[in-house]
């Protein structure tokens, strides 16, 4: 039985204005005048070759890679090819691309590490040769992230550049790993406590609490006692389930959307009168994926989302909206001077300060999501629920029990 003849694979018509830019009419790359690169698009992603100057070595280096991205295998490099800042930039943010598709990493983490790799091209330039770079580069770039931002921000980026070129080392891009030098270091911890104390506290008092809950409507209510019952962040409340949500017995167990690690604590009867009040009048989500969700918007969408688009080619942006942080910085506003500088994250430290009077950190970190440093947490399977009760019972006594008379008006209001 003869064959049948394969298909030819459609290909569409370019564009005149992209012809006129070809060295020849069959060139197999097209060129991206944003980045000033000739690309490829093998098997949905772009692959980029070399500068539009240079269409020769482009060429070949699309033809040496080619086999192995169509076959979907990471090309190798040659011993003879040198590496940029530009392109290992770009060779880092889309192996990390690929793991937000997988939903193995956080868009917001993905646009960290691309402000991170904006910050290496801007310090380094983005044509100059990774193997090129010494340590007095890098001691020049820290102290320019350490002079521009604050403790923590410069910690943070100087973990992350770490973290590019060690991905440069563990796949090959560098034949040894990177001489940072020893005065490529984070802010001291010295820094950090003198501008944390400078700041002021990030907890809320039992007045301001009891402010905001009472100003609260009956979406956001649930959300405040959640962040002070169990020491719920923002994207902790917005990514919690309707099936971690026991209602009945009065406990959420699930782990923390952040680290996945084990989280498990009761809810106040506060809490939970709240919550059932918030259910009655839930709006159907939007879309099917937001169905296991506890909360959301009136326009039935996730309280806090990001998304990863394309605008143009070559081009990603992360839009990260957080509609609790921004609604509860509303409601502040309305109470006047009530946690000036503080945000919805600022109960979770309040939690933490208060839980710690019990003395029990094993317990604290399970009702927050922590791990606790130390082998015995790979040995620990659960922990009594009598710890658990004890952690958040006396963060509900501070808050309804050590002011006064101040629960009446509260339990009014959400009863």
């Known amino acids: 039985m003869a064959a049948k003849p394969t298909k030819k694979r459609y290909q569409r018509k370019r564009p005149a204005h992209i012809i006129a830019l070809l060295p020849y009419p069959d060139f197999p790359l097209s060129p991206h005048a944003a980045s000033g690169r000739w690309y490829k698009k093998i098997r949905g992603h772009r692959h980029y070759f070399g500068p539009l100057d240079d269409w020769q070595t482009a060429l070949n280096r699309y033809q040496d890679q080619k086999d192995d991205l169509y076959a979907g295998r990471k090309p190798r490099l040659t011993p003879d090819e040198c590496v940029t800042v530009r392109e290992l930039c770009n060779l880092f943010l889309e192996a990390k691309r690929q793991r937000v598709d997988t939903e193995d990493l956080k868009a917001r983490t993905w646009q960290d590490y691309r402000q991170t790799c904006k910050s290496l091209i801007k310090a380094f330039g983005g044509e100059r040769v990774i193997d090129d770079l010494r340590p007095d580069d890098f001691t020049a770039i820290s102290l320019r992230l350490n002079k521009d931002y604050s403790a923590v921000v410069g910690r943070n980026l100087i973990q992350r550049i770490r973290t590019v070129f060690k991905w440069a080392a563990d796949t090959d891009l560098i034949t040894h790993p990177m001489k940072f030098g020893p005065d490529f270091q984070r802010p001291s911890k010295k820094r950090e406590r003198r501008e944390r104390r400078e700041a002021g506290q990030r ?179 659960s922990i009594d629920d009598k710890r658990l009760l004890a952690v958040t019972n006396r963060v509900r006594h501070w808050l309804f029990t050590d002011v006064g008379n101040h629960s009446g008006g509260v339990l009014a209001k959400i009863g």
């Not at 009472?214 to 099936?243: C, S």
């Not at 084990?262 to 879309?287: D, G, H, M, N, S």
Request: contains cysteine; charged residues 25%.
């Open 203 to 381: 907890m809320f008092t039992v007045t301001e609490v009891h402010s905001l809950i009472n100003r609260a409507d009956k979406v956001l209510r649930p959300m405040i006692l959640l962040g002070i019952n169990g020491g719920m962040g923002n994207t902790d409340v917005a990514e919690l389930p309707l099936d971690a949500v026991d209602l009945h017995e009065g406990w959420i167990d699930y782990p923390r959307p952040k680290t996945e690690v084990p989280r498990r604590f009761p809810l106040w009867p506060e809490t939970v009168r709240a919550i059932k009040i918030y259910l009655q009048r839930r709006p159907e989500p939007k879309r099917g994926e937001d169905a296991h969700l506890v909360f959301l918007t009136k326009f039935r969408q996730r309280w806090v989302r990001s998304r990863m688009r394309e605008p143009e080619p070559g081009t990603v942006v992360v839009q990260t909206i957080d509609s609790i942080g921004l609604q509860f910085n509303k409601l502040r506003a309305s109470c006047g001077a009530v946690g000036i500088g503080r945000g919805f994250y600022a109960l979770r430290y309040t939690f933490r300060t208060i839980a710690d009077d019990v003395r029990d950190n094993v317990a604290i970190d399970r009702v927050m999501g922590h791990e606790t440093p130390g082998i015995a947490t790979y040995y620990r399977e």
